[in-house]
């Protein structure tokens, strides 16, 4: 049995340094959404898309000179794991919506594998745009008033705050990288949500019970005692979290590739943001030993007040 | 201290022994099959399984296995030549009743599927398939709606011959009156007689006329009914298709999905589920010449002009002998005499009498009969995107009625096999009742599938082990015990998503595996718990107890709330979306059961009660 060693970093001390970094990652991230936007996929634009297989090397060339000599506007042509499978992506045209895909598929011959055919009309597109943003919204109402319920208001807006700050930065890496973002993004983005949450959750359970365990009332020695108890609990799991997605990301195949990639920034950003956002909104909030204790207790003591 | 009483631990070992049980489905694999089910309303019974076997032993084809469960009959096989080869054979023997379609059947063990046991059930991208949701043209429902309803209320009031004038506009009928007394007469006769209207006062300036529209209870009906029917009328289609397992559902109010696991020929599939085509039969209007009436660009009283499909005018009379409606048989075959594709027709009787009728008196005219389809389809032009309704009405072919004839008769001139086989299959299943179109299309080949099973399998074995590893390395033995509790929190994911027959996507193995990845969590936070109290404590059994009384509320806070994220992203989710949701909520409720639950029991048995020094944690 080993004596125990609890780290003593100065978390809260360094506190601006880290507000400094991610207010520059924010910016850069709402900076590049705005100018580069993100690249969504079909699921969102609406659109066809073919993943094809052919028995031999392609050549992209070939490909896309049949494609443009059935006039098709707005087709992408590119290589999808290996030059034996393509990926062919077209707007939505002037010509039909769910023929499209028959068509192409006519065009490209006898000797191709058709692996994967989505169409997606223009109106589910914007549904489903639509539904994903209010996803997340009542993601985030249903985690403020979980939280709030169960710790308190700063403690809620701390974590929101966090989670706001992992989706966004998230985001744009992906609006800098020009990453396609579908629907299994959007679900890795909701899937971080949940996880720095849980990730925050910890060290606030931690500072409560700090708080109301210990006579100190300096919320800066609370709050980073919290962290440093917590944090090998916090790199544990993040690290067993990441080989998993490593996995998911090197072997998962090509269609799970940007679902597994969103999930390890949002990870990383996730695990940074629980030890240095939500920490340092409460403190920045005015959190106190007054705020955390039951209320019913207060209430009982005015009562018996003669 | 630290003991779990002896029926706690029963009661762990049960729930374990009962996850593994509904777990073990899955690791047989599946069978080639044929299935067959009853394409109607008759039951599929044990004779049908006689029928089906002696067919096959006389035709020489082998089989492993057939059996009759569930209302359908599985044959299996060995190899997917005898499959293809049992597949025709039956469906040629066994006729229209029936749905003979190819399929993989899990092989499990009969006691086991006794016992409740089935194997997970794959979605679409594991298994390949084609994924269509369908839109109702509502616009076009109720265009059918205010012309019934216009229809009965002109020939109503035309009894009484009380208006001046009545037409319809957009999604109202207005009606003009000669006298307030006949406007109080008319109004009568829409409350007593057509519920279904409700009259506008406002802005109805013209005393003398009464603007009507469908009341809202009325348009929910129309529509409701509409989906119901296409839902019906897309079952019976997909059933002459013939697809094992297929699913056709309503979702919201105007949409449909269907879902056909093992379907490669999506165009055919498109053409089928899409297609709103009916048959018209119209005498020709033999008196006049359809040249002249476009030269004059005058078509004669009581009759139209129509197209035959390469591009020929005739004159055909309005009256309409039967439709599409009265046909309860269609069949495809070659006609003997000019060996073109032909469609042998069966009437009703209602039909049949029509029929029967017309052709005695009409005897050595010609009649014709005429093919409709409504399209609809959204297009992008300009970067707009619109609907576009077409209604085509070709004649397929003016033939002289030779003799008599009532309910059983051939159609000629169809251009080819395959349109003469849509053709009856689109007879047989009905009609639409409204177009549909597709808006949404997801296909998954086979190959891609199977690869998709492989590449998760082997994502969700690597992750997890790596994650076992890691584990022992870091806590040794009780790393070790957070290890069985993982891999009995993987048997019971995959044991509830058997039991739920929730659908299994590629986005679900990637929730699994994430789960896997964060479940651990739980232990880590009661073993990193643990390691504290053992540093303020030097009682071990004292810091193993609280270590793990003081994680648990953590635990449960933490999870609840990403319990909450992946609710919401069931309730707003589609498909893919969905999928990780299922799997992530329940890996999320069972790694609380084995982390807590299973671990405590595991290191209570390892060092509860006694005394030992040191912890290897």
Known sequence: ?306 | MNQYSSLKNALIAFFLLLSVLYALPNIFGSDLAVQVSSAGDKLIAKSDLDKITDTLKSKGVNYKSAALSNRRILVRFDDNASQLSAKDTLKTALGRNYVVALNLAPSVPLWLSNLGGKAMSLGLDLRGGVHFLLEVDMHAVMAVSIDKHYNELRTLLRAERLYKSIKKEDERIVIRLKTADSKDRALKIISSELSDLVVLESNNKDELSIHLVISDSAKRDAKKNALKQNITTLRNRVNELGVAEPIIQQQGLERIVVQLPGVQDTARAKEILGAVATLEFRMVDEKNDPQTAIRSGRVPIGSKLYYFKDGRPLLLKNRVIATGENITGAASGVDQESSTPMVNITLDSIGGRAMLDTTKKYLHHRMAVVFIENKVETITKNGKTIKKRTTTKDIINAATIQGTFSSRFQITGIDSGRAARNLSLLLRAGSLSAPIEIIEERTIGPSLGADNIAKGVLSVIVGFMLVLIFMVMRYRVFGLVANIALTFNLVMIVAALSLLQATLTLPGIAGIVLTVGMAVDANVLIFERIKEELGLNSNIQEAISSGYDKAILTIADANITTLIAALVLFGFGTGPIKGFAITLSIGIITSMFTAIIVSRAIINKIYGGKKTKELSI
């Open chain 1, 1 to 306: 049995m080993k004596a125990l060693n609890v780290p003593k970093i100065d978390f809260v001390g360094k506190r601006i340094y880290a507000i400094i970094f991610s207010l520059l990652l924010i910016v850069v991230s709402i900076f590049s959404l705005s100018i580069n936007g993100l690249k969504f996929g079909i699921d969102f634009t609406g659109g066809t898309l073919l993943e094809v297989g052919y028995q031999r090397d392609v050549d992209l060339a070939d490909v896309r000179a049949t494609l443009s000599e059935a006039k098709f506007k707005g087709v992408n042509v590119q290589y999808f794991g290996s030059t034996k499978e393509i990926l062919i992506r077209l707007e939505p045209q002037s010509i039909s919506s769910a023929k499209l895909s028959s068509k192409i598929i006519y065009l490209l011959g006898d000797d191709v594998d058709i692996r994967r055919v989505e169409f997606v009309g223009p109106k589910v597109g914007e549904e489903l745009t639509n539904d994903g943003g209010l996803a997340m919204l009542y993601a985030l109402i249903g985690i403020l008033i979980y939280v709030a319920f169960r710790f308190e208001y700063r403690f809620a807006l701390g974590s929101i705050a966090a989670l706001i700050h992992d989706v966004i930065i998230t985001l744009g890496i992906f609006s800098l990288l020009q990453i396609e973002f579908d629907l299994t993004v959007l679900a890795a983005i909701l899937a971080v949500i949940g996880y720095s949450l849980n990730d925050t959750i910890v060290v606030f359970d931690r500072i409560r019970e700090n708080f109301l365990s210990t006579r100190h009332t300096d919320p800066v020695k609370i709050i980073n005692g919290a962290l440093n108890q917590t944090l090998s609990r916090t790199l544990m799991t993040s690290i067993t979290t990441l080989l998993v997605l490593l996995a998911l990301f090197f072997l998962g195949g090509e269609v799970i590739h940007s679902f597994a990639l969103a999930l390890l920034i949002g990870v990383v950003v996730g695990t940074y943001s629980s030890i240095y956002v939500a920490s340092s909104m409460i403190l920045a909030l005015g959190i106190s030993k007054q705020d955390l204790l039951p209320s019913e207790k207060e209430e009982q003591a005015i009562d018996n007040r003669p």
